[in-house]
């Protein structure tokens, strides 16, 4: 199993999500709570228990350049609207893709992004 494969599993796992679970649940946006949690693993050690920060870890570049492009506003309008209809399952799924495609720094994140714009147009 991949990296990315394991850590879209675990965040799964962990928030209690399945293909029907909606954007919010109690008042809490999930995508947000992934993000988030991303960024706790990484800020602050011990948060979590060494397999999960593990993930979370690989997970940082992803986070840096989502937040980056997509909460930037750098993507094309299209790319965002495609990542913000997903619902956080898919969400989850789409983080474990750019671990798994090597996005290791903000411009291969831009790369990626560019390359589903193209696989948008093309459709």
């Known amino acids: 199993m991949s ?4 850590f879209a599993e675990m965040v ?17 946006n999930l995508k947000r709570d992934i993000i988030e ?4 693993a990484v800020f602050y050690p011990g948060y979590y228990n060494e397999e999960r920060t ?17 909460m930037g ?7 965002a609207y495609e990542i913000e209809m997903m619902t956080p399952y898919q969400f989850a799924g789409f983080l474990g893709e750019m671990i798994d495609a090597g ?3 903000a411009f ?14 093309a459709a």
């Open 103 to 105: 996005v290791t720094t």
């Open 54 to 70: 593990a993930l979370y870890r690989a997970a940082y570049p992803v986070y840096c350049s989502y937040t980056k492009h997509v």
């Open 3 to 6: 990296v990315g494969t394991e």
């Open 73 to 79: 506003s750098r993507v094309a309008p299209m790319v």
């Open 12 to 28: 799964r796992k962990n928030l209690k999500m399945n293909g029907r679970t909606r954007n919010n649940r109690g008042g809490h």
């Open 108 to 121: 291969e994140g831009e790369i990626f992004f560019q390359n589903m714009r193209k696989a948008q147009v």
């Open 37 to 40: 949690a991303i960024a706790n």
